[in-house]
Structure formats: structure tokens, C-alpha cells
């Protein structure tokens, strides 16, 4: 018994010695396949992750990253209170996974008098978590290995990350700047695509083509030509289209901001994607939304079902409440989407004027909340470093952070690796601020032009 007890307990040593062995073998195997799926090689990065820090750490006044610092409207609070504090049981449980009844209600009648149509809140309609959401669907539903995804640069710039993990390989098409006449501000209007260039990026490969217009970071609102450009490529080639409309309200100086999925042949090839943040000045409840036609939808609808299933069901009570409203006011003055950019521009005349009197020379943007400057005359505050592979708008946007306590974006951020040394003189400041925040960013510029200036 003690025989085989030890020989059993020998061997059971004998045995564990071996087995340790040999797991700490197979575990030290195990530790050298990469851990993280390929297809986020390359795109692990993020430039948003470094600026937030860095504006945290040093900046007095943040331009940064793009949200407001002023409340959102009282109509729209007071909703969501509503919605949390009401007798409703309900509005704290899980809503229809698609979208919240009454706000897909809300939502089809509004998107459907602006695109002359009638929309099926069900099927033509579904809320998503943020706009970022609604984009990453629609790159899982239709991009698959192999397709080709066009991209105008700049760009916002998930979109890359997004066709990538997708397994889609993004194909760039620039917006060229043409030099404005002599003693006139650059407008964002100045920077079009080149109708030529922009076809030859088509292909039977091509699957889809990203439109943001009011283009973040630019704020360049695409006309009505380059937009039949964009419908004809797209009828022609079978693509589809995936229109990321979030700053739809914010246009300026009278322009009217033109929706593609109204061009003949593009309702059944658009995805046109919203965000309550922007429209709404709630960028931290993340309702967004895409609008289109059910043979598009549908498979929009199995990822965000096999996602994240549904978005927060009283901020979505709260956006159909503030939606609501809107439809009713439609076009009257006291329409919030009528009143926010009226604020909004004399924000950006107010930046600009900041801007242009250091010599930082703007770029008047005629939609979003963002207004891009060209920092070439700053030379002397911070050379260039040939030996630097760090675009240089980078470098000096760190350097004003830490050193001016002024946060803004570098534009080479918009661009894709290969094209952001050519654009990398600019920076982008976003004015949606109280006029406190606007008024201490003018104070940091004046007091550097008289530094520059004195001997
Ligand atoms: C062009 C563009 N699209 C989408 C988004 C994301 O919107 P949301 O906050 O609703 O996810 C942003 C946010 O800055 C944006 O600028």
C-alpha cells in the first residue's frame, strides 16, 4: 500500500515536474504570438489619446478637441430630467434595440421632409451610439477584404482605423487648396477636389466613398456641383455612399447645407449619419442615428445588434423630445438649428479676427465649429528639426500647449501617414467656447505678437 502510495506519490511528482515543464514551455510559446488581432497592427496609435493628455496637463485654454464649453439648450436638459426622474419605469430599461420608438418616430418625419420622402421609422431609421457608431456599422456591414473605400482628405480621423479593422483598404483623394486673390482671407471654399483626380480613384474595386460634409477639420460645405460629381462616380461604379452629415446645422453666411442622399440615384446607395452631440451641444450622451433605405439598413442593423444593442434609452427619450420641438419650429427663428449657428458664427468672426491679427492666417470655414490657421510665419518660436520624423504642426502644437498654455489640433492629424508631411504648416482651433474662453485665448495671442514684436 505505502509501496504504491510512494510509488504512486514518486510518479506523481515525477509526473507534476514534467507537466511544469512542459506548460512553462508551451506558456513561453503562448507569450510570443502577438496578443492583439491583426488587424489592429498599425492602427494602435492615437493621436486624440496624446492631445487630450497634453491639454490637460499644461493648456489655460483648450481649442482642442471638439465640443463646446457652453451649456446645451434648457429645453433639451430639462427633457432628459424629465425623462430620469418622471414616473416612467421604463425609460430606465432597454428600449427597442434600433432606436427608442419616439425618437425614430421623430426622427423619420424630420430627415423626411428634408429629403422629400417618405421614411418608415423602422426600417429606414436606427439610433447608434454617437455617430462614431453608425460609421463603424456601416464599414462592418458592407467593406469586406479586398474593397477599396475613398477617402477625401483631410479627414476625420476614425475613418482610416475603421476601413482598416474592416478589412477594406482606404484610397485618398485630396481636397487641393487654390490660392485666394491677393489681400483676401483663405476660405475653406478655397479647397475642392479635382473632378479628374476624383474619378481616377474609382475602380470596380471601389466600394463605398465617405462624404463629410461640413467637413471636419476644414469646414469646407460641398456645393451642389462637386456633389453630382461625387452621385455620378458613385452611380456609375455601383458604390455606395456613406455621408457623415454631423455638423448639418452649423453652416454660415446664409449657405445651405446640401443632403447627397437628395441627388437623383443616391438615396438607395446613401448612409447619411447624424449625431445629437453636434446637433445638440451633447457630445457626452452619444445618441447618433443613420438614415437610409432598408436594403442598406438591415445589415447596419445586425451589427449594432451583435454589438453594443442599443444606446442609452433616456438620453434617447430626452433627443426625440429636443427633435420634437424642432419639427415644430421648423425654419422659425426660435429654432435652436437657426439660433446655434447665428452663436456660432460670431464665435468663428471673433477667432478669426484673433488669429489674423498674430499672423496665424485663417481659414474662414463656412460650416462646423472649426476654423484651421496656417502657422508658417512661426518659424522663428520653433524651427524646423530636418532630423524630426514628427510632422512639424505636431511639434509646435505640443510646444504651444506647454509653453503658450494654448491647445489646438495639428492638421496633419487629417491626413493619412504617407501625405501628412505636405500639410503640416496648420493647425485647428475649435471656437465652439463660451466668449470667457474665445477672450482668454485672445489674450495668450496678443501678448505673444508683442512678444515677437519687441526688440
Ligand atoms: C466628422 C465627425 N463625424 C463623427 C463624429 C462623431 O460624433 P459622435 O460624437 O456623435 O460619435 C465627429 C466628432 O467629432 C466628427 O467630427
Redesign the pocket.
Known sequence: MLRRAGLSLCHFSLGRKSSTARSSHSSQAKMSKPVQAQRLEGIDKNIWVEFVQLAATYSKVNLG???PDFPPPDFLKDAFVRAVSGQSQALHQYTRAFGHPPLVKVLAQFFGKLLGRDLDPMTNVMV????????FCCFQAFVEEGDEVIIIEPF?D?YEPMVRMAGGTPVFVPLRLKAPEAGRLMSSADWGLDPAELASKFSERTKAIVL?SP??PLGKVFGRRELEAVARLCVRHGALCFS?E??EWLVYDGRQHLRVASLPGMWERTVT??????TFNV?GW???WAVGPDRLLRHLRTVHQNSVYHCATAAQEAVAQGFQRELELYGKPESYFMQLPRELQQKRDYLVQSLAAVGMKPIVPEG?Y?LVADISEFKSDVPEDPSSDEPYDSRFAKWMVKNKGLAAIPLSTFFCNAHKSSHSHFLRFCFAKEEGTLKAANDILQAWRREKSSP
Open positions: 478637441q471638439g465640443f447608434t451610439v454617437g455617430a462614431y457608431q453608425a460609421l476625420f476614425c463629410n467637413n471636419n457623415d454631423v455638423y449619419i447624424g449625431s445629437s452631440g453636434k457630445t452619444k445618441v447618433g462646423t472649426f
